[in-house]
């Protein structure tokens, strides 16, 4: 339930920001939370929070060739909860990804 919990909450706010789109499906969804940013691509946006010491992702189309291909998503970036990680973790990945 905690895990449901935080990675719903991080595909709400990350949802609420102006160029940032969750790419999530169907009813039962994991722990994993994908979304990209308009004008980032993912490799940079991933670097840029590393460098910010937030811990993310990417998935191309080569991994989820079936369903990102007919979705025509090339690549996003992965953000992974766990049942340790707060909601303050969740707030800062959203600040971060706001200022980029």
Not at 14 to 26: E, F, I, K, Q, T
Request: no cysteine; net charge positive; proline share 2%.
């Amino acid at each position: 339930q905690r895990l449901k919990g935080l990675a719903d909450y991080a595909r709400e706010r990350l949802s609420s920001l102006d160029g940032v789109a969750v790419h999530d499906l169907g009813q039962v969804r994991s722990g994993i939370v994908t979304f990209t940013k308009r004008g980032l691509a993912p490799p940079l946006l991933k670097e840029r929070l590393r460098n910010a010491k937030i811990n993310v992702w990417t998935s191309t189309v080569r991994s989820a060739r079936l369903d990102m291909e007919a979705r025509g998503l090339e690549e996003v970036v992965r953000a992974s909860f766990h049942y340790y990680n707060t909601e303050q973790e969740v707030e800062t990945l959203v600040s971060h990804v706001e200022q980029m």
